[in-house]
């Protein structure tokens, strides 16, 4: 790996140039509407994300430049655990150990994130879905302290299974009779 430090931190505005290039340099069909790689619909969602308190994007740079990013979601505030929506590293720094350092360090800053600037004391997990045909993915998520607790087949297509992966975060008990009783008729 190239010797020169890698910074972590929560993205800012103006970090959405850099988060781009990666997205379209290693899943660029995540923003393809129908003509290929959109980079302004790619744009807008992450400007949309770093203006919305309950989307937490975290960066990876090597000096002036974003080699990967991570984007999770805690909506609508859901209390006791939050999405990782997507990972991304410059194809260029792939299998260098760059995606478990982000990966690690990136789940710590959410949960931190989400407890002081949510108001969340009670996260409990973080979860994801990742496809059974990506075992790189995989073997990232549990280096990282995810566990797989099912399958979605279908999720995103005939022919797709989706793993559901969980990492316990918090130590929270779940409250019962939360939700609505049967009203009598």
Same mark, same amino acid.
């Given at each position: ?5 890698? /910074? ?14 990666? #997205? ?32 937490? #994007? ?6 002036? *430049?974003?080699?990967?990013?991570? @984007?999770?979601?805690?909506? &609508? ?16 720094? /792939?299998?260098?150990? =760059?995606?478990? *350092? ?5 789940? *710590? %800053?959410?949960?931190?994130? =989400? ?10 997990? =973080?979860?994801?879905?990742?496809? $059974?045909?990506? &075992? #790189?993915? /995989? ?8 566990? @797989? #607790?099912?399958? =979605?087949?279908?999720? +995103? ?14 130590? +929270?008990?779940? $409250?019962?009779? %939360?939700?609505? *009783?049967?009203?009598?008729?």
């Amino acid at each position: 790996m190239n010797k020169r430090r890698i /910074q972590i931190r929560l993205a800012i505005r103006g970090d959405e140039r850099g988060i781009i290039d990666v #997205v379209e340099g290693t899943f660029p069909q995540d923003f393809n509407y129908g003509k290929g790689f959109d980079r302004e619909k790619c744009r807008r969602f992450f400007r949309t994300a770093l203006n919305d308190e309950n989307e937490i #994007v975290i960066v990876a740079k090597q000096g002036d *430049k974003i080699i990967g990013f991570i @984007h999770y979601e805690n909506k &609508p505030p859901t209390n006791g655990t939050v999405y990782l929506n997507m990972i991304g590293i410059s194809k260029n720094m /792939q299998g260098q150990g =760059i995606g478990i *350092k982000l990966l690690i360090k990136g789940d *710590k %800053l959410a949960v931190r994130y =989400i407890k002081e600037v949510c108001g969340i004391p009670n996260l409990a997990t =973080i979860y994801l879905s990742t496809s $059974k045909d990506n &075992p #790189v993915g /995989q073997r990232l998520y549990l280096k990282a302290g995810y566990i @797989h #607790v099912g399958n =979605i087949p279908g999720l +995103v297509g005939k022919g797709n299974i989706e793993l559901v992966m969980l990492k316990k975060v918090g130590d +929270v008990k779940y $409250k019962t009779g %939360l939700w609505a *009783k049967k009203r009598k008729e």
